[in-house]
């Protein structure tokens, strides 16, 4: 059974730090990873979606990598703003189904 | 362009009432998914469907019910509602198959069962 987790579970950093959210997964066999974001009473937004047969994507401020064989994928934000305080969720797509991890919960403080 | 389309967005129920949470896209996924969230907590699988006609459960189906007669409809049926299933219910599409990737989300339907 594929599992998926994050840390941290909430980090709360001053703007404009770099910072790295990390996801880990138990089964290295998945199709591709996603980062969402979700803000309060909202959906969920794909950032940056990483098949399995790439290294890293990038979008903006945001780059995510993908290390298929450590069950690992961090997600780098760069030069946080208050803007990007919001829950983040990395999800592997397994089999037919995408597998969700906890979320870390993000406040960036002007 | 829509994307995905859930409604209705809130709902209050009383325990052993019934409802069906509707959810429609229009980007021709083939694949669709239903999703309970509760506070604090990942998503779970309730349901999907990889195209008219199939369906199958996910990790929590008890007191919940599927159809997908059209592509563009995946309809989630709550039968005899209890407590339990107070949560807020998200659908979402990919394209599927060979081509799976980016997951779309409708905004979600919030449900409380008293």
């Known amino acids: 059974k594929q599992e998926v987790t994050q840390i941290p579970a909430a980090l709360s950093v001053p703007e404009g730090e770099n910072l790295v959210l990390n996801c880990s997964f138990t089964?290295?066999?998945?199709?591709?990873l996603q980062w969402f974001r979700q803000d309060p009473g909202k959906g969920l937004t794909s950032l940056l979606l990483?098949?399995?047969?790439?290294r890293e994507q990038t979008s903006g401020r945001l780059n995510a990598s993908l290390d298929k064989s450590s069950g690992r994928s961090t997600l780098y934000i760069a030069a946080s703003q208050p803007g990007d305080s919001a829950t983040y969720l990395c999800?592997?797509?397994?089999?037919?189904?995408?597998?969700f991890g906890p979320g870390t919960r993000l406040s960036v403080l002007p | 362009n829509a994307g995905v389309t859930q409604t209705p967005k809130f709902r209050i129920l009383k325990i052993g009432q019934s409802m069906t949470l509707q959810c429609a896209q229009d980007?021709?996924?083939?694949?669709m998914y239903w999703y309970r969230q509760d506070p604090g907590m990942g998503l779970k699988l309730i349901y999907y469907?990889?195209?008219?006609?199939?369906?199958d459960k996910g990790e929590v189906p008890n007191g919940y019910n599927v159809s997908r007669s059209t592509t563009e409809d995946f309809p989630l049926r709550l039968e005899l509602a209890a407590p339990s299933q107070t949560s807020v219910y998200f659908c979402?599409?990919?394209?599927?198959?060979?081509?799976?990737?980016?997951?779309?989300f409708g905004e979600g339907s919030r449900l409380t069962v008293l």
């Open positions: 979402a599409s990919t394209k599927g198959g060979s081509n799976t990737g980016e997951l779309f």
């Open positions: 980007m021709n996924h083939n694949y």
């Open positions: 990483i098949q399995s047969s790439q």
């Open positions: 999800a592997v797509l397994y089999g037919q189904n995408f597998v």
């Open positions: 089964d290295s066999a998945i199709y591709n």
């Open positions: 469907s990889v195209g008219a006609g199939i369906t």
